[in-house]
């Protein structure tokens, strides 16, 4: 089991919504910023969005308006709900988190697929 548990990947239609969960092991200690990025295929990672542990969010252009970040700080938990998506939302999305002391940490991936 890694550090980083997540959840919620899959496969939609164009126009459908996921929401993609990732829960931090309570050995990661004073979580400052907890986030997502994904990578498709061909392409670098990017960053979807991100939320600090004040609640200040961040957004990749291609997906405001279309999907809101939240977190649990007593859970150590992210969410990221993602609506209307596109076929160019597929992608593998990561689970990434900074603590206080410039450690980063990441998950495995989930796969998300948009087609109809």
């Known amino acids: 089991q890694g550090q980083l548990e997540e959840s919620g990947g899959g496969f939609v239609q164009p126009g459908g919504s996921l929401r993609l969960s990732c829960t931090a092991s309570?050995?990661?200690?004073?979580?400052?910023?907890m986030g997502w990025y994904r990578q498709a295929p061909g392409k670098q990672r990017e960053l979807v969005a991100g939320?600090?542990?004040?609640?200040?969010?961040n957004y990749a252009d291609s997906v405001k308006g279309r999907s809101t970040i939240s977190r649990d700080n007593a859970k150590n938990t992210v969410y990221l709900q993602m609506n209307s998506l596109k076929p160019e939302d597929t992608a593998v999305y990561y689970c990434?988190?900074?603590?206080?002391?410039?450690?980063?940490?990441w998950g495995q991936g989930t796969q998300v697929t948009v087609s109809s």
């Open positions: 939320v600090t542990s004040s609640g200040t969010t």
């Open positions: 990434n988190v900074l603590n206080l002391l410039g450690r980063t940490y």
């Open positions: 309570r050995s990661i200690n004073s979580i400052y910023y």
